[in-house]
């Protein structure tokens, strides 16, 4: 009889996961603090429940919510990490992160380096991000690739429910500042997690499907487009490999050039807009690495190039989804 | 709370080590040994000095590009903030901070932040840190008037008043932010006007007095460490150098700077000492000549230190280098 055991798992949204991951983090160690707006209890523990029942748990002096002041939020987050604490900062939308963006990228991300590693800034920033819920412009935004071009940031950003338990997990306990990237869309899906402790390292990669023809290379929930598009494509004889990153600062590029040089066609997809984004620096490494053997163009797959519209139709056509995938992948494999 | 005589010496010396530390700074790039950006604090020392002998080294301190004198105050040591301001790799951050960007926690110098407003918002981290530590710890952020037209400075001290941290937010009012004289980019005349919009107590005093700046020092060091929270303080003041180093300071009157520099708060502060008769000669050229043996050994270690190598680079971004 087989005595290997199974992880015991429980079906949880991811916003229930991430709930979770912060809390076993706070009960393990007593420096894991959470700031932001709303966050507690009393103010509803945070918009979308994510610290739900967290400050009643852990205090409010440990849960704290703050006035709509993001770059105090940051700030605060990050002389408390300096002196000892690891914070998890959250900006209720990723649009905000605007108003944070000098604490963010010329103090989180500088101050290791700027001290010669005599500081660190054990920072997470939590970000609800996305569209599809006809939120409009300003609470829609996928703002990865700004993050990514800042050194000293780390940027992680979850497909599923067990993935942001045990990537959240890593981010809270990394010596660097993580930018912690949570689509909405994801939040209320449910998926199995793992109880008890679960940590999924930074900076690697995982195969989702295995696939002969080319390599889907994609993040957070479009993952799970990808893996729905490659449905449709093997009927057509089509066979992706779908790679889920899961950070794209620690970038896995080994996991994504040991598939493309297998498949010798890649095809990146996300969320955030075509031009400028992660897609653009997958494919030129891609392409750097891989120029002989590659059998076409490395092909990219975003949103278009225009701020998230209001209206669903507009919103639809904006958003890269399953058939926009599809054809793609198609034109990819074609060449 | 006046200063006794141990105090008042304390301060003394370390006003005179800014001095000498700034003149001997202006001297070396004058004569072309030394090249750097440069943001003299001549004229500023007397606000660092009171609160280099009321702050425990394990007190925060945060500051600003224009931070030589805080870093003096606070303890930085010597030799290697010397290092530091010429590259070296024995300087206190390895030669890639710089003058605008010195840590030196040992000494409680947390941050030197070269953006305008954005020290306030960490200080409250500091601020925080302790209040949950459960220790009596205190920060002291210092920045200038232009500052207090940054957001940043506002959602600061309304964060830390809702909290009641204990920060001193030290406004270095030296009456221009970098070219434009504080009436004309300021709603206020007073910046601690400001402090009643986040219900704490704002005090302005004469920033170059070392009496008064040590009593409102040691008045908000006090509330802080009490418990009761945070205050803004401005201490008025004048920078003798304008901006930066070579900037033509014409937008400074002539008459107005040669006012302040006649009233050069350091030599004042030696001539009350001697009528005061809290120190004798003797006492106070022994502190100045320690003060130079101090700059002289900290000048010969930074010239002589090596740079870093490139191989260097790429270290400290994280705390493990990626792929």
């Given at each position: 009889m087989s005595t290997a055991t199974e992880p015991q798992t429980v079906m949880l949204p991811m916003v229930a996961a991430i709930n979770r991951a912060i809390d076993e983090a706070m009960t393990k160690d007593p420096r894991v603090i959470v700031l932001g707006e709303d966050v507690a209890d009393s103010e509803g523990g945070g918009v979308y429940k994510a610290t739900m029942g967290l400050s009643t748990t852990h205090g409010t002096d440990r849960v704290r919510s703050t006035p709509i002041s993001e770059q105090a939020i940051v700030g605060a987050a990050i002389g408390a990490?300096?002196?000892?604490?690891?914070?998890?900062?959250?900006?209720?939308?990723?649009?905000?992160?605007?108003?944070?963006?000098?604490?963010?990228?010329?103090?989180?991300?500088?101050?290791?380096?700027?001290?010669?590693?005599?500081?660190?800034?054990p920072i997470t920033i939590r970000c609800s991000a996305g569209a599809g819920m006809q939120f409009g412009a300003q609470h829609s935004d996928m703002l990865e690739a700004w993050l990514c071009h800042v050194p000293g940031l780390k940027v992680v950003i979850p497909s599923n429910p067990a993935d942001a338990k045990g990537l959240l997990t890593s981010c809270i306990f990394d010596e660097d500042p993580c930018v912690f990237v949570e689509q909405t869309m994801s939040y209320f899906l449910p998926g199995p997690v793992p109880v008890g402790e679960h940590v999924v390292p930074l900076g690697q990669a995982a195969v989702r499907r295995e696939g002969t023809d080319l390599t889907?290379?994609?993040?957070?929930?479009?993952?799970?487009?990808?893996?729905?598009a490659s449905d449709a494509l093997a009927q057509d004889g089509i066979e992706a490999e779908v790679l889920d990153l899961r950070s794209l600062v620690p970038l896995d590029l080994d996991r994504v050039l040991t598939s493309v040089a297998k498949t010798r066609r890649?095809?990146?997809?996300?969320?955030?807009?075509?031009?400028?984004?992660?897609?653009?620096?997958?494919?030129?490494?891609?392409?750097?690495?891989?120029?002989?053997s590659l059998a076409g163009p490395v092909a990219r797959l975003g949103a278009k190039n225009v701020p998230v519209p209001y209206s669903m139709p507009l919103e639809r056509a904006y958003l890269p989804g399953r058939a926009e995938i599809v054809d793609a992948a198609r034109r990819v494999v074609e060449h | 709370m006046t200063p006794d005589r141990?105090?008042?010496?304390?301060?003394?010396?370390?006003?005179?080590?800014?001095?000498?530390?700034?003149?001997?700074?202006?001297?070396?790039?004058?004569?072309?040994?030394?090249?750097?950006?440069?943001?003299?604090?001549?004229?500023?020392?007397?606000?660092?000095?009171?609160?280099?002998?009321?702050?425990r080294p394990d007190d925060y301190m945060v500051t600003t590009y224009r931070g030589l004198h805080d870093h003096i105050g606070k303890g930085v040591d010597l030799r290697g903030l010397w290092a530091e301001f010429?590259?070296?790799?024995?300087?206190?951050?390895?030669?890639?901070?710089?003058?605008?960007?010195?840590?030196?926690?040992?000494?409680?110098?947390?941050?030197?932040?070269?953006?305008?407003?954005?020290?306030?918002?960490?200080?409250?981290?500091?601020?925080?840190?302790?209040?949950?530590?459960?220790?009596d710890q205190v920060t002291v952020v210092n920045f200038g008037d232009g500052a207090s037209n940054i957001g940043a400075f506002h959602e600061a001290l309304n964060l830390a008043a809702v909290w009641k941290l204990?920060?001193?937010?030290?406004?270095?009012?030296?009456?221009?932010?970098?070219?434009?004289?504080?009436?004309?980019?300021?709603?206020?005349?007073?910046?601690?006007?400001?402090?009643?919009?986040?219900?704490?107590?704002?005090?302005?005093?004469?920033?170059?007095?070392?009496?008064?700046?040590?009593?409102?020092?040691?008045?908000?060091?006090?509330?802080?460490?009490?418990?009761?929270?945070?205050?803004?303080l401005e201490g008025i003041t004048y920078r003798f150098f304008g901006h930066i180093m070579g900037d033509d300071m014409k937008y400074q009157p002539a008459e107005e700077?040669?006012?302040?520099?006649?009233?050069?708060?350091?030599?004042?502060?030696?001539?009350?000492?001697?009528?005061?008769?809290?120190?004798?000669?003797?006492?106070?050229?022994?502190?100045?000549?320690?003060?130079?043996?101090?700059?002289?050994?900290?000048?010969?270690?930074?010239?002589?230190?090596?740079?870093?190598?490139?191989?260097?680079?790429?270290?400290?971004?994280?705390?493990?280098?990626l792929a």
């Open positions: 990490a300096i002196a000892g604490f690891r914070p998890i900062a959250e900006i209720m939308m990723f649009d905000f992160i605007a108003v944070a963006m000098d604490q963010v990228c010329n103090h989180a991300a500088k101050l290791r380096y700027m001290s010669g590693s005599q500081t660190a800034v889907i290379v994609s993040y957070g929930r479009q993952v799970n487009d990808c893996l729905r890649a095809l990146v997809v996300h969320e955030a807009v075509t031009r400028c984004g992660f897609g653009a620096e997958l494919s030129a490494q891609i392409t750097e690495h891989l120029f002989d | 141990v105090a008042l010496l304390g301060m003394f010396e370390t006003a005179t080590k800014i001095k000498q530390c700034d003149e001997r700074f202006r001297l070396l790039l004058a004569s072309g040994q030394i090249v750097c950006t440069y943001y003299s604090p001549r004229g500023q020392e007397i606000i660092p000095s009171a609160f280099s002998v009321l702050l010429l590259g070296k790799r024995s300087g206190t951050c390895k030669g890639k901070g710089g003058p605008m960007h010195v840590t030196d926690p040992t000494s409680g110098l947390m941050v030197t932040t070269g953006i305008v407003g954005s020290g306030l918002p960490i200080a409250n981290g500091f601020g925080l840190a302790a209040k949950l530590a459960g220790t204990p920060v001193i937010f030290m406004c270095q009012n030296n009456r221009y932010a970098e070219h434009t004289k504080l009436a004309d980019g300021t709603s206020v005349e007073r910046i601690a006007m400001r402090a009643a919009a986040y219900g704490i107590p704002g005090v302005t005093v004469d920033g170059n007095d070392p009496i008064a700046m040590y009593e409102a020092a040691a008045t908000a060091v006090r509330r802080a460490r009490s418990g009761e929270g945070p205050t803004l700077r040669q006012a302040a520099m006649d009233a050069d708060p350091v030599p004042a502060f030696r001539v009350w000492l001697l009528a005061e008769g809290v120190a004798e000669e003797v006492d106070l050229a022994e502190i100045e000549q320690r003060c130079d043996a101090a700059i002289d050994d900290a000048v010969a270690y930074a010239l002589a230190a090596e740079l870093p190598s490139p191989d260097e680079l790429e270290d400290d971004v994280y705390a493990e280098n």
